[in-house]
């Protein structure tokens, strides 16, 4: 091996096969094989992203009302009872009311939402001032959830200015306002995840599909010249890679045979 090293033009005569041999390869499998598995994952990847930023909320209006509908019923169904009421009307702060939200949504739903990295304490936080400084439902719910809740029995209405009772409305507010919030932005983020999978995969099979057709065009006397070509560039292209890489590699670890095998040569001195 010292022999090898030693003799430049061994050197650059066994660099130069291993080059050719890779441009041979490369070549024989041509560029559009080399290239186009890669790009049709990365386009899809990419209309996948795009398409579903762009869709996330319009899908999410059309889909959130049918989730709000469910939680109505679920917090109606006696989750939320006048004793929880009257116990958040006593104090009603963040981590009470965090209590009733998680009393009030499905089993496993706050782990759902810590998993999505949601603060659901921030979502409380600012429902419960929106709720303690106001004296009309409308200020931290919509029409139609106010609506909504209506049809189930839930009066939200503040008539009274101090007392038991205002505190109780206002702990019953704080805990839907909060859940309305919290399974808004989780319905978000799951339209968004769903969106962004289903457009990836029927992206793949779109270009994929693309891919194959246009393949054909590659077995023309010209273009399969021109593919051939291609595939040897990338062929050198990577060789080249790797032998500066082996260079930094070894340079960093303090090994000098490459650089000492360097000398007088011409081909392996372009890359050490």
């Not at 009393?103 to 739903?109: D, E, I, M």
């Amino acid at each position: 091996m010292d022999g090898i090293l030693g003799n430049p033009l061994l050197v650059d005569g066994t660099i130069a096969m291993v080059f050719l041999l890779s441009a041979v390869l490369m070549g024989a499998k041509g560029l559009y094989k080399l290239l186009m598995p890669t790009l049709v994952i990365v386009l899809s990847l990419l209309c996948g992203t795009v398409l579903s930023a762009l869709l996330t909320e319009p899908v999410t209006e059309l889909v959130y009302p049918m989730v709000e509908d469910r939680i109505i019923r679920q917090m109606d169904e006696g989750v939320v009872t006048e004793d929880v009421l009257e116990l958040l009307a006593q104090n009603l702060s963040t981590a009470e009311v965090e209590k009733g939200i998680e009393r009030s949504l499905p089993a496993g739903t706050l782990k759902l939402v810590k998993r999505a990295g949601l603060d659901l304490s921030e979502f409380v936080s600012e429902t419960t001032k929106k709720v303690q400084n106001s004296v009309d439902p409308a200020d931290y719910l919509t029409e139609k959830q106010i609506e909504k809740l209506k049809e189930a029995g839930v009066e939200l209405k503040e008539t009274v200015s101090s007392g038991l009772e205002k505190t109780t409305a206002q702990a019953k507010g704080a805990i839907y306002a909060s859940v309305f919030a919290v399974t808004r932005r989780m319905t978000s983020v799951a339209v968004h995840y769903a969106l962004w999978i289903v457009l990836t995969l029927v992206a793949l099979v779109l270009l994929t599909a693309a891919k194959n057709t246009f393949g054909l065009a590659v077995h023309l006397p010209v273009i399969r010249w021109v593919d051939w070509l291609g595939g040897a560039v990338v062929g050198i292209a990577l060789c080249s890679v790797v032998l500066f890489a082996l260079a930094w590699l070894l340079r960093k670890n303090g090994i000098t045979a490459l650089e000492e095998a360097a000398d007088g040569t011409r081909l392996l001195a372009l890359f050490v």
